[in-house]
């Protein structure tokens, strides 16, 4: 039967989300339960165009891109896919009515990794819309379940929210995003020399992003709610954490909050949302 092929390919999402992001899996633990597997689901397939790019560097990337894409719309035409991962995600995707240009936008912006590009500004627009912002939508989708209006007026924090995260997963991977894959996301930044005015610039804009999302988390459905709170909560401290850490130690290691530290997070979540949301 189907449906025990089904229960697998999300099982396996949920393995992938829990080997790549701590973080993410407390996050979606507090979800309620009806919503966690779209969101593995969603979390599986993002990781999975991502690996390509990011470290599959002894294969040809653009042709397992390329692949990659012809069977992510053939698995949710057909509703099925061979690879668990995509029949997981077309699941989701037909099940949540999540709009097929969300996923050309996810993927445009994971070709952009395949070439060396110098960002000006609307080039950095368009990949933080296409890697984090269109991703926050498609999590917004599964969190209204089909309620188009509310989906309308959160649209604008979701969006915020994923432009926060991406940013600051930026500002953590300076270093290896430009000492090994040659990748400098922030425009008019020198990396050869980052220096403490870039970095506030750049802090500025990620703290408005987080301000404006906070808005909209306060408005989500309360089955989401918490969830997304706490990812909220982890990667706000992260961000602290990065904020008080100088732009030459930024450059040569990857900032990180202990998994001690996390689950503390998640008590201080679990705490604040009582109090305010």
């Known amino acids: 039967m189907k449906a025990l092929y089904d229960k697998v390919s999300g ?20 979800l309620h339960h009806s919503i966690h597997l779209p969101i593995y689901s969603i979390y599986g397939f ?7 790019v990011d470290s599959f560097h002894d294969y040809n990337k653009q ?18 896919s061979l690879n668990p991962v995509l029949n997981a995600f077309q699941h989701t995707v037909n099940a949540y009515n999540i709009e097929l240009d969300l996923i050309s936008t996810f993927l445009h912006s994971m070709r952009m990794d395949l070439d060396d590009i110098e960002y000006d500004q609307a080039a950095f627009e368009k990949y933080i819309l296409g890697s984090a912002e269109v991703v926050g939508l498609m999590c917004l989708q599964v ?18 929210l994923g432009a926060a995260f991406q940013k ?6 300076l270093g290896a995003d430009y000492e090994k894959l040659g990748r400098s996301y922030f425009p008019n ?3 050869s020399d980052l220096d403490e005015n870039d970095k506030a610039k750049i802090e500025a804009s990620i703290r408005s992003d987080f301000t404006e999302a906070l808005v909209g988390i306060k408005a989500l459905p309360k089955k989401a709610k918490l969830g997304v709170f706490t990812a909220y909560v982890y990667y706000l401290n992260l961000f602290r954490k990065i904020a008080k850490t100088p732009p030459r130690e930024i450059m040569n290691k990857r900032i990180r909050i202990s998994n001690f530290r996390k689950f503390l997070l998640l008590f201080k979540s679990y705490y604040l949302s009582q109090r305010s949301l």
């Open 11 to 30: 099982k396996i999402c949920k393995q992938i989300t829990r080997s790549y992001s701590t973080s993410f899996s407390i996050g979606i633990n507090l």
């Open 46 to 52: 993002v990781r999975l165009a991502d690996e390509i």
């Open 63 to 80: 042709a397992l891109l390329d692949q990659f894409e012809r069977d992510t719309y053939t698995s949710i035409r057909e509703g099925i």
């Open 143 to 160: 969190f209204v379940e089909g309620d188009k209006q509310n989906y309308e007026k959160l649209k604008p924090a979701a969006m915020k």
């Open 168 to 173: 600051v997963n930026f500002l953590r991977d």
């Open 189 to 191: 930044v020198d990396l």
